[in-house]
């Protein structure tokens, strides 16, 4: 069986090109696999953060809040009372 030139340029393009789809399978698997890493590990930090957030917020609810624990240090702070009864 003879080849000639052409035959054996078209195997081996051929032959090139089912290594080079092989390979684009093998990196997109990998890759994907790292984003569902990344994703999932981002997923739990969000979860956390947002455990987090609660608790913080429902102890802030529990004590007055701290934006007023803040206004009634600096009414401490600067002589005023803002509990009078006038």
Do not use: H, P, W
């Not at 051929?14 to 981002?42: G, H, P, W």
């Not at 997923?43 to 102890?59: A, F, G, L, P």
Request: charged content about 20%.
């Amino acid at each position: 069986m003879e080849y000639n030139l052409e035959q054996i340029i078209n195997m081996v393009s051929d032959i090139v090109f089912i290594i080079a789809m092989i390979t684009l399978c093998a990196i997109v698997y990998v890759s994907a696999r790292k984003i569902n890493q990344i994703s999932e590990s981002a997923k739990r930090t969000v979860e956390k953060v947002e455990n987090i957030t609660d608790t913080v917020s429902d102890s802030a609810a529990k004590s007055g809040g701290f934006i007023s624990g803040v206004v009634r240090a600096l009414g401490a702070l600067s002589g005023t009372n803002s509990n009078k009864d006038d």
